[in-house]
């Protein structure tokens, strides 16, 4: 809609400035008042997009008052000149809709560096979202500024090396990175077993405590409790997720020893497929493809297969808002910037029916209607995005400088400054064995718990509730299990 305090050039009340003249001259000076006339319009209304059909009959193309209106040859000619010098892009190649730059890219970019200079945020990690629409961009020419020409901007800074894009876009996948060499058979992608052992074996070896029986005999010189697991878990899904099998699916079946429990079922092997990974990976045995990570095309074409990672290594609430664009978006209520939720009181949701992200974790919605209702004058999107940012700071904080020092047993060094020269990818020993450390403390079983201090006589079982997990969250308050994994001391198994 055009601002009603635009000041129209005097040619606007001229009729024949809405027909291209045909003489060269003033053909000259019209084309260079309409190139005007349209970067004035789109600056004072802040418009980035046009799309030619649309805007014939928006007050820029079309003067009521005299009864006249430009043609969309004419303006097609008009938006052609003004690409000439950088100031129109076009999005098809039809040339309906294109980008409208009243400032370049270039000019766009400057100005976000110097407001970064100015502010301390050189060397830091900062959102799209906290440039264009951040409480420190409030007075800036950039504030609301359209997604798609911020993104143009912040290239032209990276191109200088002033910058770091780091997109994920909606690729729901990335490579997995590898700090050890592969050791494939054949050198390219089956996989081997040089030590021999059979995986079940191993297995059972390794959880023998964690039986149904009652009869564990596992210690205790942590000073830990289990609470540290269960979120562990749920720090892993935030930046990790390698649950999609293969496709085709790839499947290495284990043989059941003899004299494994398993045989009672009549099985004589264990499905075992493979998780997903490049299409274009897995042609070749040299070994370079494992670092040629961050390239244009492909990083692994025609080299040793590469695993994917279905969600971004980032702790950016992923596993609450899903992993890309298209995931949130279906995860959004788009009513007072809530998610969606099926309680009707707009609480946790008991039940996954399908439009929840992969790990169903408790929600922000009470982070929301606070602000919402602080400031009244948001909107939806203003809501659900500042809700968003304290809900993913609120998780940094807790994970790095709470969670992650007890995970570790000691204090992580004083953060100075990002380092682009980290990669902050999921390596494929991390997410194969490193992070699994954690399941060797996961309890065999738990009650629950009514108050801190009185345990309710109901047992918990792991081998019951795994594959059962919903009914136990619909049997059982989440605030009676919370209360138990604080009370609950974590076991570390020591083998004799």
């Not at 009729?15 to 970067?39: C, G, M, V, Y």
Request: glycine share 4%; charged share 25%; net charge negative.
């Amino acid at each position: 809609m055009a601002s009603t305090d635009f000041e129209w050039p005097w040619q606007y009340q001229f009729p024949p400035f809405f027909t291209i003249q045909p003489n060269s001259d003033t053909r000259a000076k019209q084309l260079e008042a309409w190139k005007t006339l349209i970067l004035d319009f789109h600056k004072s209304n802040k418009i980035y997009l046009l799309d030619i059909t649309e805007a014939q009959a928006s007050p820029l193309f079309s003067n009521k008052a005299i009864n006249r209106k430009l043609n969309l040859e004419a303006i097609s000619l008009i938006l052609d000149e003004l690409q000439k010098q950088g100031n129109v892009e076009w999005l098809d190649k039809q040339k309906q809709r294109c980008y409208v730059f009243w400032r370049t890219p270039e000019e766009w970019g400057k100005m976000i560096y110097k407001w970064a200079e100015n502010n301390g945020l050189t060397n830091t990690v900062c959102t799209l979202y906290e440039i264009t629409n951040g409480d420190d961009s409030v007075n800036e020419e950039f504030h609301d500024l359209d997604q798609g020409v911020l993104k143009k901007a912040l290239i032209t800074l990276e191109k200088e090396g002033r910058a770091e894009l780091i997109l994920d876009e909606d690729n729901e996948e990335s490579s997995l990175i590898r700090l050890l060499p592969s050791a494939y058979q054949g050198g390219v992608h089956l996989p081997t077993n040089q030590s021999k052992a059979n995986p079940l074996e191993v297995s059972s070896r390794l959880f023998q405590e964690i039986r149904c029986n009652g009869n564990n005999k596992s210690y205790s010189n942590t000073g830990k409790n289990v609470f540290m697991v269960f979120f562990g878990q749920f720090v892993t899904e935030e930046i990790l997720n390698t649950r999609k099998p293969s496709c085709p699916p790839n499947y290495f079946n284990m043989r059941v020893p003899d004299g494994h429990d398993y045989l009672k079922t009549g099985r004589k092997t264990v499905p075992f497929i493979r998780s997903r990974y490049e299409k274009k990976s897995g042609k070749s045995s040299n070994n370079l493809g494992n670092n040629l990570i961050k390239q244009s095309v492909s990083p692994h074409s025609h080299f040793r297969i590469a695993e994917l990672n279905g969600a971004t290594a980032w702790i950016d609430g992923s596993a609450i808002y899903g992993s890309t664009r298209s995931e949130t978006e279906t995860l959004r209520a788009y009513k007072n910037g809530l998610l969606k939720s099926i309680d009707e009181e707009g609480l946790y949701p008991i039940t996954n029916d399908g439009y929840l992200s992969y790990l169903s974790p408790a929600r922000d919605i009470e982070e929301t209607n606070t602000l919402c209702t602080e400031n009244k004058n948001w909107d939806d999107e203003k809501c659900f995005n500042e809700a968003r940012r304290w809900v993913i700071a609120t998780l940094q904080n807790i994970i790095v400088n709470d969670w992650l020092p007890a995970f570790l047993g000691e204090e992580l060094p004083e953060y100075t400054r990002y380092d682009p020269s980290i990669d902050p990818s999921i390596s494929n020993s991390f997410q194969s064995a490193a992070m699994r450390f954690g399941h060797t403390l996961v309890p065999p079983a738990i009650h629950r718990r009514i108050r801190p201090n009185i345990c309710g006589t109901d047992l918990i079982r792991l081998c019951d509730s795994y594959y059962n997990a919903l009914e136990t969250v619909k049997n059982v308050s989440i605030e009676s299990l919370i209360l138990e994994w604080h009370s609950k001391l974590l076991k570390l198994k020591i083998f004799q």
